[in-house]
């Protein structure tokens, strides 16, 4: 199995900041994964599609978390925590998905934490608030 990646040429970074993320089907898509019990009987292609979909999803929300972070000053414990989620979003989305339904939950599981995280936040600092969809 041969692994491809799309690079995208954004040198002004409007994908991170100008396109906004489509928090509902990012719900739908992470209430299902989390609803498998036992094997999903999917395909491991159609697995690994539906992690890299999540990673991408937590890429963005980890952005849109490191900016309302970044809104913070350095020794607020709002900054330390999203710190935190934002160091566990890294190294997971450092190791290339698998096509498990447990990779998949990960995926997901993080996806949710970083939506918790940038609304923790939106809550703190109200210039956060635009950023939460």
């Given at each position: 199995?041969?692994?491809?990646?799309?690079?995208?040429?954004?040198?002004?970074?409007?994908l991170d900041t100008?396109l906004?993320?489509?928090?509902?089907?990012?719900?739908?898509?992470?209430?299902?994964?989390?609803g498998?019990t036992?094997n999903?009987?999917?395909p491991?292609?159609?697995l690994?599609?539906?992690?890299?979909?999540l990673a991408?999803?937590?890429?963005?929300v980890?952005a849109?978390?490191?900016?309302?972070?970044?809104?913070?000053?350095e020794?607020?414990?709002?900054?330390?925590?999203?710190?935190?989620?934002?160091?566990e979003?890294d190294?997971?989305?450092?190791?290339?998905?698998?096509g498990?339904a447990?990779?998949?939950?990960?995926?997901?599981?993080?996806?949710?934490?970083?939506?918790?995280?940038?609304?923790?936040?939106?809550?703190?600092?109200?210039?956060?608030?635009a950023?939460a969809?």
């Amino acid at each position: 199995m041969s692994s491809a990646h799309l690079v995208l040429h954004d040198p002004e970074g409007r994908l991170d900041t100008e396109l906004p993320l489509d928090r509902e089907l990012h719900k739908v898509l992470v209430k299902a994964v989390l609803g498998w019990t036992g094997n999903p009987s999917l395909p491991p292609a159609d697995l690994q599609q539906i992690a890299l979909l999540l990673a991408g999803a937590a890429r963005a929300v980890a952005a849109d978390v490191r900016r309302a972070a970044d809104l913070l000053p350095e020794d607020h414990a709002a900054r330390a925590l999203a710190d935190v989620v934002l160091a566990e979003a890294d190294r997971s989305l450092s190791v290339p998905p698998e096509g498990t339904a447990r990779c998949a939950q990960n995926r997901a599981r993080l996806v949710r934490a970083l939506y918790e995280r940038l609304d923790r936040l939106a809550g703190v600092a109200p210039q956060a608030a635009a950023m939460a969809p």
